[in-house]
Antibody, heavy 120, light 110 residues
Framework: EVQLVESGGGLVQPGGSLRLSCTAS????????MHWVRQAPGKGLMWVSP????????PYADSVKGRFTISRDNAKNTVYLQMNSLRAEDTAVYYC?????????????WGQGTLVTVSS | QSALTQPPSASGSPGQSVTISCTGT?????????VSWYQQHPGKAPKLMIY???KRPSGVPDRFSGSKSGNTASLTVSGLQAEDEADYYC??????????FGTGTKVTVL
C-alpha cells in the first residue's frame, strides 16, 4: 500500500524558515517524480514544486522561486521542502504527492497534508 | 503561470449529470493531453479521478468521464450520487516542467 506521510508543519513568524518532510512507503521511491502542492485556508490547490527521480530537476512556481528548495533522499524514501523567508501568504496545508516516471504524469497518491501557519 | 479557469459552483439532483469546464490556454490545456481531474472532500486530500483527459484510474466509477476541445477540458459526472458532492480541480501540464491547477468547482447534489 502506497503511503505518504508529511511532517514538519507548524507556526512560524514572517521571515522565518521551516523544513517539511514527506516519507514514502509501498513503492520504489527512487523511480518517481515527487511534488509539493499547497492549499491556503478555504482556497484552491496550488502546485509548488516537483523533483525528478534523481533530484537533478527541481522547478518551482514563480511565487516560491528563490525562497523554497525541494530535495530528496532516496536512501530514506523522503522528499523535503525547505521554506525560507516565509510570508503570510505561504500559510497553507502542504501536501506531497507522487507523480509518475515523467513530470506530465498525474498525482496518483497524496499525503494527508501538514499545516504551515505564518503569523506573528 | 495563471490558474486554469473553472466555474465556482455546479449542481444537480441525484441521478442527473453535471459537467464542469476547465479553460486554459494554448500553452497548457490546448497544447497537451495531460489534463487531470481531482476530487476533494472537506478536510481530505485530493483524489485522482481522471488523467490524460479521459482515462480513469482503477476504482473510479465509470460515471466520471473527461473530454477536451481546444483550450477547454471538461469533467462530466453522470448519475449523480450524494457522495459526489465535493470540490473538483483540474490540472494541466504547462510545458517547461510546470503544472497548473484550476480554480476549483464546488459540486452540490441537490
Amino acid at each position: 500500500e502506497v503511503q505518504l506521510v508529511e511532517s514538519g508543519g507548524g507556526l512560524v513568524q514572517p521571515g522565518g524558515s521551516l523544513r517539511l518532510s514527506c516519507t514514502a512507503s509501498g513503492f520504489t521511491f527512487s523511480s518517481y517524480w515527487m511534488h509539493w502542492v499547497r492549499q491556503a485556508p478555504g482556497k484552491g490547490l496550488m502546485w509548488v514544486s516537483p523533483i525528478n527521480s534523481d533530484g537533478s530537476v527541481t522547478p518551482y512556481a514563480d511565487s516560491v522561486k528563490g525562497r523554497f528548495t525541494i530535495s530528496r533522499d532516496n536512501a530514506k524514501n523522503t522528499v523535503y521542502l525547505q521554506m525560507n523567508s516565509l510570508r503570510a501568504e505561504d500559510t497553507a496545508v502542504y501536501y506531497c504527492a507522487r507523480g509518475g516516471n515523467y513530470i506530465e504524469n498525474p498525482f496518483e497518491y497524496w499525503g494527508q497534508g501538514t499545516l504551515v501557519t505564518v503569523s506573528s | 503561470q495563471s490558474a486554469l479557469t473553472q466555474p465556482p459552483s455546479a449542481s444537480g439532483s441525484p441521478g442527473q449529470s453535471v459537467t464542469i469546464s476547465c479553460t486554459g490556454t494554448s500553452s497548457d490545456v490546448g497544447n497537451y493531453n495531460y489534463v487531470s481531474w481531482y476530487q476533494q472532500h472537506p478536510g481530505k486530500a485530493p483524489k485522482l479521478m481522471i488523467y490524460e483527459v479521459n482515462k480513469r484510474p482503477s476504482g473510479v466509477p465509470d460515471r466520471f468521464s473527461g473530454s477536451k476541445s481546444g483550450n477547454t477540458a471538461s469533467l462530466t459526472v453522470s448519475g449523480l450520487q450524494a457522495e459526489d458532492e465535493a470540490d473538483y480541480y483540474c490540472s494541466s501540464y504547462a510545458g517547461g516542467n510546470k503544472v497548473v491547477f484550476g480554480t476549483g468547482t464546488k459540486v452540490t447534489v441537490l
